[in-house]
Nanobody, 131 residues
């Protein structure tokens, strides 16, 4: 059974940092591109970042560039998102998602998020940025 389990969320002050983890099981992580997607209260899904299967290429939404870093440890079957210089507008539920291998990378990294681009999602972890 494929499972994605996020952890590491919490309450942090503006300017602070958090590191999210996504533990994958039931499949071999290095067979897939992986993404982080978030959903703020009352808003739709927003793409955050994508990393290809071996970690050699990473992609970020414009507002996350320079602040967030996606990485993966395929040996540990774990995906990470290091978030620095957090802002109140980063408050959201953060999900890790496994990309459907049939979806071109350009569709994962541009335009609005489509749930159909991903075949498995985690349950999400809440990140709240507040003083």
């Amino acid at each position: 059974e494929v499972q994605l389990v996020e952890s590491g969320g919490g309450l942090v002050q503006p300017g602070g940092s958090l590191r999210l983890s996504c533990a994958a099981s039931g499949f071999t992580l290095d067979d897939y591109a992986m993404s982080w997607v978030r959903q703020a209260p009352g808003k739709g899904l927003e793409w955050v970042s994508t990393i290809i299967w071996n970690g050699d290429s990473t992609y970020y939404a414009e507002s996350m560039k320079g602040r967030f870093t996606i990485s993966r440890d395929n040996a540990r079957n774990t995906l990470y998102l290091q978030m620095n210089s957090l802002k109140s507008e980063d408050t959201a539920v953060y999900y890790c998602a496994r990309a459907d291998s049939r979806v071109p990378l350009v569709l994962l990294t541009t335009g609005p998020v489509s749930q159909s681009h991903y075949d498995y999602w985690g349950q999400g972890t809440q990140v709240t940025v507040s003083a």
